[in-house]
């Protein structure tokens, strides 16, 4: 379990991976919850024109999995996602900004479930509600 806000020391470990890439920041990684968000330019859209989905995605499990790490009990080296659901009611246009919570569900010595939702910043609605389950690794 880390202490305190660790944001920076993840958006530092995110460069020149896809979090990096799609350009999100973060202002809370912590034990338990994570907050963070980015402004959808045109690398987030679909060719259709419209926010793809897998740039939500890639911001609600980010979110998670690094309030995960930041979660993990005493003698835990990570983490696995084992499902994930996304429920998507809306979505943001270029120049409009997303933005994450995260939560704990549940925190177990073996399992974690998150919540996360995604909310336009710009609009104040809701664009997805998203569940995830970890399994905490352990060494062998």
């Known amino acids: 379990m880390l202490d305190g806000n660790v944001a920076a020391d993840f958006a530092e470990r995110q460069k020149g991976a896809l979090p990096g890439e799609l ?12 907050a963070g968000w980015f402004t959808v330019e045109r690398r987030h859209m679909a060719p259709n024109g419209f926010l793809h989905a897998a740039s939500v995605i890639a911001l ?15 003698g835990a080296t ?3 996602t084992i499902e994930l659901k996304a429920n998507y009611l809306g979505t943001a246009k270029e120049g409009e900004t997303v933005e994450c919570r995260a939560r704990l569900a549940h925190g177990g010595r073996m399992t974690q479930v998150w919540d996360a939702e995604a909310v336009n910043r710009t609009t104040g609605k809701t664009m997805a509600l998203f569940r995830c389950t970890q399994m905490v690794l352990y060494p062998r």
Do not use: H, K, M
């Not at 350009?23 to 994570?34: F, L, T």
């Not at 609600?60 to 005493?74: I, K, Q, R």
């Open 60 to 74: 609600v499990d980010s979110a998670c999995g690094y309030a995960c790490v930041a979660s993990l009990p005493e």
């Open 23 to 34: 350009g999100i920041q973060w202002d809370e990684v912590a034990n338990g919850r994570a």
């Open 78 to 80: 990570g983490f696995t």
